[in-house]
């Protein structure tokens, strides 16, 4: 009808944004969607389910016409330069007080600076993250709103009602000023980017390493997610290794090629976490096999000179998956850690605001990180909510210390066998610097006094000191 005002506007209907307009149109709201491409717009209406209102259109002009005052529209395009192109088309056929929202993976800085501009010109603007794919965004995703607070209540329905639930609550929260949720959501793509590395490297070691099938594996990761690890990504991984491919029939896991791709969200967060000084280790390290998977050219050369054995003998098959059970949790465990803490870091250095409970307890469902951990993360924030360190909580230590010893010992396994596992072993070295009282940089400080007089501090009395080392 002509004269629909609808509820929310969506510009760029891939398949993320159309699967959320779907959404919100199940959920009673009327909803408009925009694509150059009228192919897409017409993908979207065929969708449409009988009883909801939606419509496409490629003509931007007359979808700010059609939506009610403030206007409520999400972009979900290309991060970068597309955002900025959107938001130049857009924005004079706005009136001010409209409420724009940057539902993609946009670099928080980017973030930061359309938010000032846009505010300037009278407008409102939010960064968002969302995570769970194509199903989360049709059935309920996990998130993680940013930005303008004013904003905030005329978007919350919505939002609300289109996310996941867990225990009846919505896997959605306010997380604080400026870009805070574009950066929650870059730390948990790289929290991401850590469990997928372990996660690969407890099933190296398993398959390739001690000769475990795939149909073996499949159920070692069934029995492991209805545990401890229960998560969405040992679920999918169960499932991955009983696929088949439909062109040969073998196991679709063993025709796909080891080379990694990436978005770079994750190496975002590496990087902001060296400009913080956090130290992330399994995500860095995760980011960084990536992109050694992808000279598979070399690697192969590699392989015939130095011609590693990679085949673990003498173990028993029962202990040694029980000892990559508690690896994959141990190392999980690191992994949060290290985001988490970044996140604490950020939100004090960049006056984010952001409220780890309400983080973790969004994270519960929806998001490619859910796990049944993040009930543990939710009761030692909410206890202690400015813990700049999950592993300074009791009951995570005791989960942590709970599977120490069988770790090393996978680790050992592992290492003997010429196996890479490089995530699990720096999750173990990072565990044990961050409970070692005294390190050895007190060696390093002398060395960087020795040849550059970069000075030091004394244990015995206070203030800055230089030695004449020759």
């Known amino acids: ?15 993320m944004g159309r699967n959320l307009l779907l959404n919100m149109a199940d959920h009673g709201f009327a909803v408009l969607g925009y694509n150059r491409s009228p192919q897409k717009v017409t993908d979207l209406e065929s969708e449409m389910v009988p009883g909801t209102t939606i419509k496409g259109t490629s003509d931007l002009a007359l979808m700010v016409k059609e939506l009610k005052t403030p206007r409520r529209i999400m972009l979900l395009v290309q991060a970068g330069k597309p955002v900025d192109a959107v938001l130049d088309e857009l924005i004079p056929l706005l009136d001010k007080g409209d409420i724009i929202i940057d539902g993609g993976n946009s670099h928080y800085t980017d973030t930061n600076r359309r938010t000032r501009t846009l505010q300037e010109k009278g407008f409102h603007f939010m960064g968002v993250g969302v995570s769970g794919g194509e199903e989360g965004a049709r059935r309920g995703p996990s998130i993680m709103p940013g930005g303008d607070r004013e904003a905030y209540p005329h978007v919350q329905p919505m939002l609300e009602a289109v996310s ?47 000769g475990l099938s795939n149909s073996e594996l499949h159920e070692v990761f069934r029995e492991w997610n209805e545990g401890q690890l229960q998560s969405f990504l040992v679920e999918i991984t169960r499932d991955i290794l009983k696929k088949k491919d439909d062109k040969t029939g073998k196991d679709l896991v063993d025709v796909i090629l080891d080379k990694a791709g990436s978005k770079g969200t994750g190496k975002w967060t590496s990087q902001d976490a060296m400009d913080l000084g956090i130290s992330i280790p399994t ?50 465990l690191i992994s949060y850690a290290q985001g988490l803490a970044l996140l604490h870091e950020a939100s004090r250095e960049y006056n984010l605001e952001i409220p780890l ?13 859910r796990s049944t ?95 004449h080392w020759q």
């Open 1 to 15: 009808m002509a004269d629909q005002l609808y509820d929310f506007g969506l510009i760029g209907l891939g398949v």
């Open 164 to 210: 996941a639930k867990v225990n009846g609550e919505p896997c959605v929260a306010y997380l604080g000023n400026g870009a805070a949720g574009h950066y929650v959501k870059m730390v948990h793509n790289g929290i991401e980017y850590g469990i997928m590395q372990l996660i690969s490297e407890v099933y190296d070691v398993l398959h390739r390493g001690y």
């Open 283 to 332: 995500i860095d390290v995760a980011v960084s096999m990536r992109s050694l998977s992808a000279i598979k050219a070399e690697r192969v050369e590699a392989a015939a000179i130095y011609n590693s054995n990679t085949k673990v003998s003498g173990a028993d098959k029962d202990e040694l998956i029980e000892q990559a059970r508690q690896a994959l949790l141990f190392g999980t």
């Open 357 to 369: 409970p309400q983080v973790v307890k969004i994270w519960r469902g929806g998001c490619i990180i």
């Open 373 to 467: 951990l993040l009930e543990d993360y939710y009761k030692a924030y909410t206890a202690n909510p400015s813990l700049p360190n999950i592993l300074l909580d009791a009951g995570i230590a005791g989960l942590v210390k709970s599977c120490e010893a069988k770790t090393r010992s996978f680790l050992a396994t592992a290492v003997s066998a010429g196996i890479p596992v490089s995530g699990l072993s720096v999750s173990l070295g990072y565990f044990d610097a961050y409970r070692s009282a005294t390190m050895p940089t007190n060696l390093i400080q002398a060395q960087r006094d020795f040849f550059g007089a970069h000075t030091f501090q004394r244990t015995d009395e206070e203030g800055i000191f230089h030695a």
